[in-house]
């Protein structure tokens, strides 16, 4: 599901050169000298500088967390909640399960989105739209599975 997220999110930002997009491999060294690696992750071109450290120093700007079967939902968005404190601008929990998209941010209540709802994530990408269905895997009919 990640990798969905990730080439939705790749092919709007990669032409514009906006910045990075990460996926769980990408570290990142919180201030509280934490190393976090959230499952998605996007930090601005105008905070990357060039580093010979394997892992960036800083708060994403974007961190996505996925929740799967064995995880407890309101730990992921404590999880979520604490890289908000720390300076993340948008933090968003996907729940597979209930086909939900929950979105932080610094001021005022989670955002819950669901099916038939669009994505958007103004402050860090201008324009961008993704129909909440779009993250679901597709299920393929008998007569797609026979080519």
Same mark, same amino acid.
Do not use: H, R, Y
């Given at each position: 599901m990640s990798s969905r997220l990730i080439a939705f999110l790749f092919a709007w930002i990669n032409p514009r050169r906006w910045g990075r997009v990460f996926d769980s491999a990408g570290g990142f060294i919180m201030p509280? =000298?934490? /190393?976090?690696?959230p499952d998605v992750s996007f930090v601005r071109a105008s905070r990357l500088l060039q580093s010979n450290e394997n892992f960036g120093e800083l708060v994403p700007d974007l961190v996505v967390e996925i929740k799967s079967q064995s995880d407890k939902i309101k730990l992921i968005a404590a999880k979520i909640r604490k890289f908000i404190e720390l300076g993340a601008i948008v933090g968003i929990v996907i729940d597979p399960d209930e086909q939900t998209v929950t979105i932080y941010r610094s001021t005022g209540e989670p955002t819950v989105l669901e099916n038939g709802e669009i994505l958007t994530i103004p402050e860090l990408f201008p324009g961008w739209e993704? !129909?909440?269905?779009? /993250?679901? !895997? !597709?299920?393929? =009919?008998?007569?797609? =599975?026979?080519?």
């Open positions: 509280d =000298t934490n /190393l976090k690696a993704l !129909p909440v269905t779009e /993250l679901w !895997p !597709p299920i393929f =009919t008998e007569e797609e =599975t026979q080519i």
